[in-house]
């Protein structure tokens, strides 16, 4: 079956850097636009960054543009995203999603704090 497994999330003081992974199975990675989308608490879930399928064409939430880079190794049906320059207002659980099996991940915990 369709699997999404996310890691790479954790703590980190305002500036810091964080790479997430995102480790996909059960699908044709490769032929799959790769997403990734975040959830606040009590905020509604938003796009942060999309791939498409050969990395040719990334596009980025405006809030996170110059700070964070979605990449993808087809070799590995992985899709990262480097997060630099973090800021507190980028606390939320981070969440990967492939648009051909309409499919998420179970999230990981990104926490911005000094």
Not at 80 to 90: F, T, V
Request: aromatic share 10%; net charge positive.
């Amino acid at each position: 079956q369709v699997q999404l497994v996310e890691s790479g999330g954790g703590l980190v003081q305002p500036g810091g850097s964080l790479r997430l992974s995102c480790a996909a199975s059960g699908f044709t990675f490769s032929r799959s636009v790769m997403s990734w989308y975040r959830q606040a608490p009590g905020k509604e879930r938003e796009l942060v960054a999309i791939i498409g399928t050969t990395g040719g064409w990334t596009n980025y939430l405006d809030s996170v543009k110059g700070r964070f880079t979605i990449s993808r190794d087809n070799s590995k049906s992985t899709v990262y995203l480097q997060m630099n320059s973090l800021k507190s207002e980028d606390t939320a659980v981070y969440y990967c999603y492939a648009r051909t099996s309409q499919s998420w991940g179970q999230g990981t915990q990104v926490t911005v704090s000094s």
